[in-house]
């Protein structure tokens, strides 16, 4: 019987290559976050207030990066150092999806 080859995040993180820091849902007035409409930016607005201190700081310093790894990734373990308080459209990036395929075709990955 044929192998069947199982998609998933572990030794890739081509979807956080690019983000510069975590893509919460959130407007930064004066340096400070704040939640916009709807219920998805409450919860992101939420999970930021929850993080530890140093990925809030991660988060805040790092803001306005683009074009470079997400602030939260761990390079060498490529995975996310402040998963439990990753923002909802992480949560949601579908495995294996077009966004997923298309990243990691970018970035010559798998």
């Known amino acids: 019987m044929p192998e069947t080859l199982t998609l998933n995040c572990y030794g890739c993180s081509a979807c956080c290559l690019t983000v510069g820091h ?3 849902l959130l407007e930064l007035d004066n ?3 704040g939640p916009i409409e709807g219920a998805d ?4 607005y939420r999970r930021l207030l929850a993080a530890p201190s140093e990925a809030q700081m991660a988060y805040l310093t790092n803001h306005r990066a683009i074009n470079c790894p997400c ?3 761990d390079a060498d373990g490529k995975r996310c ?3 439990d308080f990753r923002p ?3 949560r ?3 495995i294996g999806g077009r966004w997923c395929s298309q990243f990691r075709e970018l970035h010559q990955i798998g």
């Open 22 to 24: 975590p893509p919460f």
């Open 31 to 33: 340096g400070v976050p």
């Open 41 to 44: 930016s409450l919860a992101d």
């Open 71 to 73: 602030a939260w990734l």
């Open 81 to 83: 150092r402040h998963y």
């Open 88 to 90: 909802d459209i992480c």
């Open 92 to 94: 949601t990036f579908e």
